[in-house]
């Protein structure tokens, strides 16, 4: 006599769903034993597989099946309808003796192939000693080794996954139709915006700075509109190190460097200070953009551009406000590269300023933005996905926070730092000098500097007032800690246990070649000897991808809305000596219309929040289905509940609120 068995399939409740094709399951046990091909189909015809579809069909096996270890799902053209694309959610299993097996599944399926799914329940490769098991196992990681190739985008820097289109990357990971219309739609508005504006080839220089409030008359934020009033004031200035978009540069300075020659009397003319009694008291704060030093600039619209390389010292004031005090612009003191104070002329100090946000606009996109986020994120995904299958707890942890990586870090090779794209064609570090500044900012990466409580300490800014990038960045990076900790310990009861899984030491290994290129000496991993080397890791892998992408991010239209503030370029050189600058040479310095205007727009795009933003912590795709790991998730998302609170209220006595690190607005991933 047959048994029978209640399968409940749920199709995922996104656009485009839906399938009108024809969908079979087998269901295996562990021992290998398969229930019938079954045909699912019931009188609801092809509404059973509708947009958010919950349905359910009997399925029959000709003899009692044991415990449940796969699913085998395909589906067939039903004409006249064509083979369609089906994104299922999961499908749920009731066997005759009243037991339930779930199967996540969260996958596109295109094709008529055939398509095995596990069981949820989490193991490593050592927990796996069916031969059913071991062998699916083994066919998984083959498959995904093919799906998933390394490649080489620009010699010296992290690799990447080996793509043609974004067509061409696995269904698995690519974004949805929703996140794409929305991202499109947002390209072509702006766009359709500057050329109706006459703005889009405007190849003319700035007369009025007034003029440039009207290239997005509609596109504003609460903050930008401030920036706008705000970013002459050196307080604001020195603020921006500590709160703005690149927290990453400022460190404490306790020895000046030998190429910044400040005296005491250039920052504190009137005695009051001494600079070597000011770094002793921990008040004194350096900012140097080295890596910027002799990179070839782009040319832009025929005209030659500039970039320097400056230091800068800031001062904390008695009521804890960083102020200012030096700017250097050179790397290499010399009578031709004077020290600029906030003493000099209005407009020499000011056009100092200008090129050190425009230096730190072009350090902070390559290196703190593009690099330690999008690649190495994308580093962090394609090796998970190559070496982990997906029955493993830490790629059941992880995937989440892969969510559109690979296919978002595609479009920005294609669209932004491509020889046509519009970083390359409208930023002063863009082709050459950006290959540059990558590979210098490759070199100079560490471990550490990964890992906020110690890139904090190292820096020395533990103690530095109002440091809300700091504050938020450390409760955070405890609560994912905790979270991590708790739950892998679950799966890891002790270091050997860790040190015998072949799949996660792959995982790593391949992270240690492809992501930081082999490099013993920056401190990173390439192997894992104990729990809490593992837990650290996966730590900084979700902080990277999460919290880290959404500081140095969300805040981009926020700082650089108002050109002045963040120039992607600068038309004129450095000025040379003192007393040589004006509004009309700052308006010649900045950059023409169009450049200004493509590189708003741009920010503009990577800047927005989208409808199918997934915060941190929340895991609508339910990978986890055991008692223990999911109370860790809960928990997990109260403590960040907690902290969002915590910053919500700080934030309503702030003149200016921090709110890139809040976990309500921090997406799960790098997704945009």
């Known amino acids: 006599m047959n048994s029978m068995y209640e399968v409940t399939v749920t199709t995922g409740d996104i656009s485009q769903a839906n399938t009108y094709n024809k969908v079979f399951i087998t269901l295996v046990d562990t021992d290998g034993k398969k229930s019938d091909h079954t045909w699912l189909r019931s009188k609801n015809g092809v509404a059973s597989f509708s947009i958010g579809a919950v349905s359910t069909f009997p399925v029959s096996s000709p003899a009692s099946l044991g415990n449940l270890l796969l699913i085998e799902l395909d589906k067939q053209p039903n004409p006249p309808f064509p083979e369609d694309s089906w994104f299922l959610s999961q499908v749920t299993v009731k066997s005759p003796e009243g037991d339930t097996y779930n199967f996540p599944v969260y996958r596109w399926i295109s094709d008529g192939q055939v398509h095995q799914f596990r069981e949820a329940r989490a193991l490593r490769a050592s927990e796996d000693i069916t031969v059913t098991g071991m062998d699916w196992r083994k066919n998984d990681l083959t498959q995904r080794m093919d799906d998933y190739s390394w490649d080489v985008y620009i010699d010296g820097i992290a690799h990447c996954m080996k793509a043609d289109s974004p067509l061409s990357l696995p269904c698995e990971v690519r974004s949805t139709f929703t996140r794409t219309i929305q991202m499109g739609y947002t390209v072509l508005k702006g766009l359709v915006e500057l050329k109706l504006k006459g703005l889009a080839d405007n190849q003319e220089n700035w007369t009025h700075i007034d003029d440039i409030e009207q290239v997005f008359c509609y596109r504003f934020t609460h903050l930008s509109d401030r920036v706008q009033n705000l970013w002459r004031n050196d307080a604001f200035f020195g603020y921006q190190f500590l709160n703005g978009v690149n927290p990453m540069i400022i460190q404490s300075c306790t020895v000046l460097p030998e190429n910044f020659p400040v005296t005491d009397d250039m920052v504190f003319p009137s005695g009051q200070c001494r600079l070597e009694d000011e770094m002793r008291k921990g008040n004194i704060f350096l900012c140097d ?58 407009y020499d100090w000011l056009t100092a300023k200008i090129f050190v946000r425009s230096a730190d606009f072009n350090m902070h996109q390559l290196n703190f933005h593009l690099l330690r986020t999008h690649l190495l994120a994308e580093v962090f995904a394609v090796s998970l996905l190559r070496n982990l299958p997906m029955v493993h707890p830490l790629y059941k942890l992880l995937i989440p926070h892969t969510h559109f990586t690979l296919q978002i870090n595609f479009l920005a090779r294609q669209l932004l730092i491509s020889d046509d794209g519009v970083f390359t064609k409208f930023a002063a570090s863009g082709g050459e000098g950006m290959i540059t500044i990558m590979r210098r900012a490759q070199s100079s990466l560490t471990y550490s500097s990964l890992c906020i409580p110690d890139d904090i300490t190292e820096r020395g800014l533990d103690s530095v007032p109002n440091f809300y990038y700091r504050d938020d960045g450390l409760r955070l990076w405890d609560i994912i800690h905790r979270f991590v900790q708790g739950l892998l310990g679950h799966y890891y009861k002790n270091d050997a246990e860790v040190q015998k899984d072949s799949e996660l030491q792959s995982w790593i290994q391949e992270i240690f070649e492809h992501g930081f290129l082999s490099k013993d000496s ?61 509004k009309a040479t700052m308006l010649q310095t900045f950059p023409d219309i169009s450049t200004t205007v493509h590189g708003m727009s741009t920010l503009w795009l990577l800047s927005r929040q989208y409808s199918d933003f997934i915060p941190l912590g929340h895991y609508p795709n339910k990978h986890f289905t055991e008692e223990i790991p999911r109370k860790w998730i809960h928990d997990f998302q109260e403590d960040l509940k907690r902290l969002s609170d915590d910053i919500k209220a700080r934030n309503k006595s702030l003149d200016i609120p921090y709110t890139y690190l809040d976990p309500a607005v921090v997406e799960n991933s790098v997704a945009i």
Request: a neutral charge; glycine letters at 6%.
């Open 289 to 346: 953009y080295k890596l910027l030093d002799g990179v070839i600039t782009n040319v832009i619209n025929d005209k030659k551009q500039y970039l320097a390389a400056p230091l800068i010292l800031l001062h904390r004031t008695a009521n804890d406000t960083l102020m200012p005090i030096a700017i250097q612009l050179k790397q290499k003191p010399a009578e031709d590269n004077p020290i600029f104070l906030p003493t000099d002329s209005e």
């Open 522 to 582: 920056a401190g990173f991993p390439r192997n894992f000897n104990t729990v809490a080397e593992l837990v650290k890791f996966v730590t900084m892998v979700i902080f990277t991808g999460s919290c880290q992408h959404s500081a140095v991010n969300s805040g981009q239209y926020d700082y650089g809305g108002w050109m002045p503030n963040t120039p992607t370029s600068l038309q004129q050189p450095p000025p040379t000596t003192k007393g040589t600058t004006s």
